[in-house]
Protein backbone atom coordinates (compact mmCIF):
# COMPACT_ATOMS: atom_id res chain seq x y z
CA UNK A 1 0.00 0.00 0.00
CA UNK A 2 1.00 3.81 -0.05
CA UNK A 3 1.04 4.13 3.63
CA UNK A 4 0.65 2.76 6.62
CA UNK A 5 -2.97 1.42 7.38
CA UNK A 6 -4.52 0.89 10.52
CA UNK A 7 -7.76 -0.55 11.53
CA UNK A 8 -10.08 0.26 13.16
CA UNK A 9 -9.71 4.04 13.29
CA UNK A 10 -11.69 4.03 16.73
CA UNK A 11 -12.47 1.40 18.48
CA UNK A 12 -14.88 1.58 21.91
CA UNK A 13 -15.02 -0.96 24.28
CA UNK A 14 -15.94 -2.13 27.75
CA UNK A 15 -13.68 -2.87 30.53
CA UNK A 16 -13.22 -6.28 30.36
CA UNK A 17 -12.90 -7.00 27.41
CA UNK A 18 -9.97 -7.98 24.87
CA UNK A 19 -9.32 -5.69 22.03
CA UNK A 20 -7.73 -6.66 18.84
CA UNK A 21 -5.71 -3.71 16.64
CA UNK A 22 -4.25 -4.16 13.01
CA UNK A 23 -1.51 -2.39 10.93
CA UNK A 24 -0.53 -3.23 7.92
CA UNK A 25 2.88 -1.80 6.88
CA UNK A 26 4.08 -0.43 4.06
CA UNK A 27 4.61 -3.30 1.50
CA UNK A 28 8.47 -4.50 1.99
CA UNK A 29 9.48 -2.35 5.36
CA UNK A 30 10.97 -5.02 7.41
CA UNK A 31 11.06 -2.92 10.76
CA UNK A 32 7.46 -2.31 12.42
CA UNK A 33 7.10 -0.46 16.08
CA UNK A 34 3.98 -0.22 17.82
CA UNK A 35 3.58 3.10 19.99
CA UNK A 36 0.91 4.46 22.28
CA UNK A 37 -0.15 7.83 22.91
CA UNK A 38 -1.89 9.16 25.50
CA UNK A 39 -3.96 12.70 25.68
CA UNK A 40 -1.18 15.39 26.34
CA UNK A 41 1.75 12.26 26.40
CA UNK A 42 4.44 11.48 24.14
CA UNK A 43 4.82 8.36 22.58
CA UNK A 44 5.62 5.44 24.61
CA UNK A 45 7.29 2.21 22.71
CA UNK A 46 5.53 -0.87 23.11
CA UNK A 47 6.59 -3.87 20.80
CA UNK A 48 9.15 -3.91 17.90
CA UNK A 49 9.39 -6.18 14.75
CA UNK A 50 12.46 -6.85 12.63
CA UNK A 51 11.86 -10.02 9.74
CA UNK A 52 12.24 -13.41 11.69
CA UNK A 53 13.85 -12.21 14.06
CA UNK A 54 12.37 -12.31 18.20
CA UNK A 55 10.61 -8.81 18.68
CA UNK A 56 11.41 -6.55 21.26
CA UNK A 57 8.46 -6.48 23.82
CA UNK A 58 10.34 -4.86 26.16
CA UNK A 59 7.56 -1.81 26.26
CA UNK A 60 4.66 -3.90 26.93
CA UNK A 61 3.33 -2.69 30.23
CA UNK A 62 2.00 -5.95 31.10
CA UNK A 63 1.01 -9.81 30.35
CA UNK A 64 -2.50 -8.10 29.54
CA UNK A 65 -0.80 -6.57 25.92
CA UNK A 66 0.52 -9.07 23.03
CA UNK A 67 1.32 -8.90 19.71
CA UNK A 68 2.48 -10.74 16.49
CA UNK A 69 3.12 -10.55 12.77
CA UNK A 70 2.44 -13.13 10.57
CA UNK A 71 4.67 -13.67 7.41
CA UNK A 72 6.75 -10.61 7.82
CA UNK A 73 3.95 -8.16 7.14
CA UNK A 74 0.72 -7.56 9.43
CA UNK A 75 0.95 -7.34 12.77
CA UNK A 76 -2.39 -7.42 15.35
CA UNK A 77 -2.06 -5.83 18.77
CA UNK A 78 -4.18 -7.67 21.59
CA UNK A 79 -5.32 -6.61 24.51
CA UNK A 80 -7.10 -8.78 26.76
CA UNK A 81 -9.10 -7.47 30.18
CA UNK A 82 -8.61 -4.44 28.71
CA UNK A 83 -8.84 -1.42 31.76
CA UNK A 84 -9.50 2.25 31.52
CA UNK A 85 -5.73 2.91 31.33
CA UNK A 86 -5.61 1.21 28.56
CA UNK A 87 -7.05 4.53 26.75
CA UNK A 88 -5.20 6.25 24.01
CA UNK A 89 -4.05 5.93 20.31
CA UNK A 90 -2.53 3.32 19.31
CA UNK A 91 0.67 3.73 16.83
CA UNK A 92 2.08 1.70 13.97
CA UNK A 93 4.86 2.55 12.16
CA UNK A 94 7.13 0.52 9.68
CA UNK A 95 10.85 1.48 8.37
CA UNK A 96 13.15 -0.13 5.39
CA UNK A 97 15.25 -1.86 7.94
CA UNK A 98 16.54 -2.14 10.88
CA UNK A 99 18.57 0.98 10.93
CA UNK A 100 16.78 2.71 9.08
CA UNK A 101 15.85 5.36 11.38
CA UNK A 102 12.77 7.20 9.40
CA UNK A 103 9.47 6.14 10.56
CA UNK A 104 6.52 5.83 8.62
CA UNK A 105 3.38 6.29 10.78
CA UNK A 106 -0.26 5.11 10.51
CA UNK A 107 -3.19 7.13 11.90
CA UNK A 108 -3.49 5.27 14.74
CA UNK A 109 -6.32 3.47 16.50
CA UNK A 110 -7.91 5.22 18.98
CA UNK A 111 -9.24 3.05 21.63
CA UNK A 112 -11.55 4.09 24.21
CA UNK A 113 -12.49 1.44 27.43
CA UNK A 114 -15.47 2.62 28.77
CA UNK B 1 17.40 5.25 29.36
CA UNK B 2 17.63 8.54 27.41
CA UNK B 3 15.27 11.21 28.57
CA UNK B 4 14.04 13.99 26.12
CA UNK B 5 12.66 17.32 27.09
CA UNK B 6 10.66 19.96 25.01
CA UNK B 7 8.87 23.07 25.76
CA UNK B 8 5.51 22.09 26.76
CA UNK B 9 4.19 25.03 26.24
CA UNK B 10 2.54 26.24 23.19
CA UNK B 11 4.40 28.53 21.11
CA UNK B 12 2.32 31.42 19.45
CA UNK B 13 4.13 33.41 16.37
CA UNK B 14 2.97 35.43 14.32
CA UNK B 15 2.92 34.68 10.09
CA UNK B 16 6.23 35.20 8.79
CA UNK B 17 8.43 35.14 11.83
CA UNK B 18 10.91 32.37 12.64
CA UNK B 19 9.75 29.49 14.93
CA UNK B 20 12.22 28.09 17.57
CA UNK B 21 11.83 25.04 18.66
CA UNK B 22 14.07 22.93 21.34
CA UNK B 23 14.99 19.32 22.01
CA UNK B 24 17.06 18.75 25.17
CA UNK B 25 18.49 15.10 25.81
CA UNK B 26 20.19 13.47 29.01
CA UNK B 27 21.81 10.67 29.45
CA UNK B 28 23.96 9.74 26.48
CA UNK B 29 25.02 11.10 23.21
CA UNK B 30 22.65 9.86 20.15
CA UNK B 31 24.58 9.22 17.04
CA UNK B 32 21.49 11.25 15.50
CA UNK B 33 18.32 13.03 16.20
CA UNK B 34 14.88 13.32 14.14
CA UNK B 35 12.48 15.95 13.74
CA UNK B 36 8.70 14.95 13.03
CA UNK B 37 5.69 16.73 12.58
CA UNK B 38 1.89 15.80 14.14
CA UNK B 39 -1.40 16.83 13.37
CA UNK B 40 -4.36 16.42 15.40
CA UNK B 41 -5.71 12.60 14.81
CA UNK B 42 -2.74 11.85 12.69
CA UNK B 43 0.15 9.97 13.01
CA UNK B 44 3.61 11.46 12.62
CA UNK B 45 5.67 12.33 9.48
CA UNK B 46 9.00 12.66 9.54
CA UNK B 47 10.93 15.83 8.73
CA UNK B 48 14.79 15.90 9.15
CA UNK B 49 17.30 13.91 10.83
CA UNK B 50 20.48 15.08 11.57
CA UNK B 51 23.41 12.99 12.57
CA UNK B 52 26.24 13.71 15.82
CA UNK B 53 28.82 14.92 13.59
CA UNK B 54 26.48 16.96 11.39
CA UNK B 55 26.22 20.55 13.11
CA UNK B 56 23.28 21.82 10.81
CA UNK B 57 20.94 20.56 8.72
CA UNK B 58 18.69 22.37 6.23
CA UNK B 59 15.68 21.67 4.06
CA UNK B 60 13.61 24.36 2.39
CA UNK B 61 12.11 26.33 5.07
CA UNK B 62 13.60 24.36 8.20
CA UNK B 63 16.63 24.29 9.76
CA UNK B 64 17.69 21.93 12.51
CA UNK B 65 21.18 22.46 14.88
CA UNK B 66 22.65 19.52 16.94
CA UNK B 67 24.92 20.97 19.52
CA UNK B 68 26.27 17.44 21.52
CA UNK B 69 28.41 19.43 24.32
CA UNK B 70 24.79 21.30 25.05
CA UNK B 71 22.86 18.12 24.44
CA UNK B 72 20.49 20.24 22.69
CA UNK B 73 18.70 20.21 18.94
CA UNK B 74 16.95 23.29 17.84
CA UNK B 75 14.69 23.53 15.03
CA UNK B 76 13.70 26.04 13.50
CA UNK B 77 11.06 27.54 10.63
CA UNK B 78 11.39 30.62 8.95
CA UNK B 79 8.77 32.74 7.02
CA UNK B 80 6.09 30.50 9.05
CA UNK B 81 2.70 30.05 7.45
CA UNK B 82 -0.73 29.50 9.91
CA UNK B 83 -0.45 25.84 7.62
CA UNK B 84 3.36 25.29 10.01
CA UNK B 85 0.60 24.60 13.15
CA UNK B 86 0.96 21.53 14.38
CA UNK B 87 2.70 20.08 17.43
CA UNK B 88 6.59 18.95 16.58
CA UNK B 89 7.77 16.08 17.95
CA UNK B 90 12.16 14.89 18.60
CA UNK B 91 12.99 11.88 18.74
CA UNK B 92 16.17 10.17 19.27
CA UNK B 93 17.80 6.23 19.78
CA UNK B 94 16.36 4.92 22.94
CA UNK B 95 20.06 3.84 24.00
CA UNK B 96 23.18 3.62 22.08
CA UNK B 97 22.84 1.08 19.57
CA UNK B 98 19.54 0.68 20.05
CA UNK B 99 17.15 1.22 16.56
CA UNK B 100 14.25 1.80 18.46
CA UNK B 101 13.47 5.44 18.75
CA UNK B 102 12.61 7.19 21.63
CA UNK B 103 9.94 10.62 21.36
CA UNK B 104 9.95 13.92 23.15
CA UNK B 105 6.58 14.68 24.32
CA UNK B 106 6.42 17.50 21.49
CA UNK B 107 5.95 21.16 21.43
CA UNK B 108 2.74 22.98 19.80
CA UNK B 109 3.00 25.75 17.21
CA UNK B 110 0.60 27.77 16.54
CA UNK B 111 1.09 30.86 13.69
CA UNK B 112 -1.28 33.00 13.44
CA UNK B 113 -2.62 35.07 10.45
Known amino acids: GAGVSQSPSNKVTEKGKDVELRCDPISGHTALYWYRQSLGQGLEFLIY????????KSGLPSDRFSAERTGGSVSTLTIQRTQQEDSAVYLCASSLTRGDEKLFFGSGTQLSVL | SQKIEQNSEALNIQEGKTATLTCNYTNYSPAYLQWYRQDPGRGPVFLLLIRENEKEKRKERLKVTFDTTLKQSLFHITASQPADSATYLC????????????FGRGTSLIVHP
Open chain 2, 91 to 102: ALPASGGSYIPT
Open chain 1, 49 to 56: FQGNSAPD
